[in-house]
């Protein structure tokens, strides 16, 4: 079975429920989406003959993702570009996909502020192609089509290992990977979720994620819409004010958001807007227990700390939280893997495993693992071995099978021969400050290899305070930035994924030195 074709069986069976909604006002039924996908794929293919992608700039939104559900239909494979990575980046990802057409919006591009090219075909224009003959035959295939018919005029292909989509990674550490993701890895993924949250007509699903993201996609799309619950879109997940208004008028019942957010929120979103809550899983960053506690008193609901990554469709662990359940949650973990996925950790160096209850570097497996990165099969070798796919991440395993994440392997700097984990830095500043508002980074040292530098957000602390109490704490003097080496400033770069854009922070740091040795 097919992504697309799950959705149809939805659609039918919940005709005459709430599909999707987003904060234009824009709301569709189980069966006006189908009938709006299936007009809209035959617009989509008579415009992409000979075409194997398509690329989506659209943001999280009704029209985004009926696109997404069309391109498929009409037997391509959609492309969400990352519309906040930068021209360099989506460069890269028409390069690698041979992306001749590009479906986005004008009235998008106009609030975004991203300029037209040649490629791109319009929403606007596309609703206009739509033809007569198109709408007649998308409500007869709708309302009367046997499914099996339908599987075959929409997506001939039934195979479940074909490419469903290629999602770029975010680049936080360097130049983007296409991540090929099949229907059935997707699909493996949605019934691994799916057995923690089961949906029923009544849930809606508040979806703030861009689907460029793979928790976007997979979570906030895919998800919810196979279900057979509701999902309302907002694209700007830090836009709190509308995003509690949405809550409350759809009577929300998941979110899947980060840390970050989800700070923003419990800042202006009021406890009877988020009321109907009763799922809301964090992730791409590290959940701060302080935080953890304030947003559970604040709304009366707990956080869950979620893992995953794009590799793996993207969710391998939840900590699931819901009281007088066998599967409890363990605070500081990210929890157990989720059905259909396996987990272990190994010795970093030698690779032996696996080993339980000690650090090591963490490898998972399951039927949501990605073929493989798109053009790229050296660099694809280097992280499936045997089946497993090495993560880059460090952590540990308890007895009980909760995954504990210590740090990546690309937030270590060598210092001094000596390896020295930048989160274990950032939770100490943060300590330090009372709030989460640091980052840490490294440049190059002739002499140690490294040198840290750290950023916080708290304007009203000045860095040699900062630095004083950094000595006051347990951490080795190795692992101090120096006291030149501790700047604040106005933001912390992030992705529009809400992660940390690592790669922005180094250049962040190379510019705050510079400046530096000029004055």
């Given at each position: ?8 069986a ?5 005709s ?5 909604a987003?904060?234009t006002?824009m ?15 035959r617009?989509?293919h008579?415009?992409t003959v000979?075409?194997?992608?398509v ?7 009704v ?16 492309v969400?570009?990352?519309f906040?990575a ?10 690698r ?10 009235t998008f ?10 490629a ?8 206009k192609?739509v ?16 499914m ?6 929409y ?12 999602v ?5 550490t360097g130049?983007p ?15 691994g979720?799916?057995?923690?949250f089961?949906?029923?007509p009544?849930?809606c699903?508040i ?14 799309l895919w ?12 694209p ?12 409350s ?14 700070n ?8 009877e ?9 964090v ?5 701060r ?6 947003f559970?008193?604040h709304?009366?609901?707990?956080l869950m ?6 590799e793996?469709?993207?969710v391998i662990?939840?900590?699931f939280?819901?009281?007088g359940t ?5 605070p ?16 970093q160096?030698t690779g ?20 493989g ?17 090495v ?5 540990s395993?308890d ?12 937030r270590?700097s060598k210092i ?11 939770d100490?500043?943060?300590?330090v ?17 490294e040198?840290?530098v ?5 304007q ?8 004083e109490?950094l ?10 930035p ?5 700047f ?7 992705l ?16 705050a030195?510079t400046?530096n040795?000029?004055?």
């Amino acid at each position: 079975m097919l992504l697309h074709h799950q959705f149809f069986a939805t659609a039918r069976r919940c005709s005459s429920q709430l599909a999707m909604a987003d904060s234009t006002g824009m709301k569709l039924t189980y069966g006006q989406a189908l009938i709006a996908t299936l007009a809209f794929a035959r617009a989509i293919h008579r415009r992409t003959v000979g075409q194997e992608m398509v690329g989506l700039m659209l943001p999280a939104s009704v029209g985004g993702a009926l696109a997404n559900i069309a391109a498929l239909a009409a037997g391509r494979i959609p492309v969400n570009l990352n519309f906040t990575a930068g021209g360099d980046s989506i460069a890269i990802a028409i390069e690698r996909c041979k992306i001749k057409t590009i479906i986005t919006s004008r009235t998008f591009l106009d609030k975004s502020g991203i300029a037209a090219t040649p490629a791109m075909v319009f929403l606007e224009d596309i609703r206009k192609s739509v033809t007569r003959t198109d709408k007649v035959t998308a409500l007869l295939h709708a309302k009367l089509a046997p499914m099996a018919l339908l599987r075959r005029a929409y997506g001939p292909s039934d195979d479940a290992d074909a490419l469903a989509t290629v999602v770029f990674s975010s680049g936080s550490t360097g130049v983007p990977k296409g991540v090929m993701l099949t229907h059935r890895n997707i699909l493996s993924n949605i019934e691994g979720f799916a057995d923690l949250f089961p949906m029923t007509p009544q849930d809606c699903f508040i979806g703030v994620l861009p689907f460029f993201h793979s928790f976007g996609l997979t979570g906030t799309l895919w998800f919810p819409l196979i279900s057979g619950c509701a999902v309302a879109f907002h694209p700007n997940p830090m836009d709190s004010k509308v995003v509690g208004e949405l809550a409350s008028t759809y009577k929300g019942t998941m979110l899947i958001a980060t840390p970050t957010f989800a700070n923003a929120y419990m800042r202006r979103c009021t406890r009877e807007q988020f009321q109907h809550m009763r799922h809301v899983v964090v992730g791409a960053e590290k959940l701060r227990q302080p935080l953890a506690e304030a947003f559970a008193q604040h709304f009366g609901v707990e956080l869950m700390e979620g893992y995953g990554c794009t590799e793996m469709s993207p969710v391998i662990s939840v900590n699931f939280a819901h009281v007088g359940t066998a599967n409890p949650s363990k605070p500081g973990s990210v929890g157990r893997p989720i059905k259909g996925v396996s987990a272990k950790v190994v010795d970093q160096h030698t690779g032996e495993g696996p080993i339980v209850g000690r650090e090591g570097l963490l490898l998972v497996k399951g039927d949501c693992l990605m073929r493989g990165y798109l053009g790229e099969p050296e660099r694809s070798a280097e992280v499936l071995r045997d089946g497993w796919y090495v993560t880059g991440d460090i952590g540990s395993i308890d007895a009980d099978g909760f995954i504990t994440i210590t740090d990546r392997l690309s937030r270590f700097s060598k210092i001094g021969g000596e390896m020295v984990p930048h989160l274990r830095i950032e939770d100490a500043i943060n300590e330090v400050l009372g709030e989460v508002c640091a980052a840490v980074t490294a440049v190059p040292d002739d002499t140690r290899g490294e040198r840290l530098v750290a950023f916080y957000t708290k304007q009203d602390v000045p860095p040699g305070h900062v630095w004083e109490q950094l000595n006051q704490t347990a951490l080795p003097r190795l692992w101090l930035p120096r006291k030149d080496h501790i700047f604040v400033t106005d933001a912390i770069p992030t992705l529009g994924s809400g992660k940390v854009n690592l790669q922005a922070l180094r250049q962040l740091a190379q510019g705050a030195l510079t400046e530096n040795i000029g004055s």
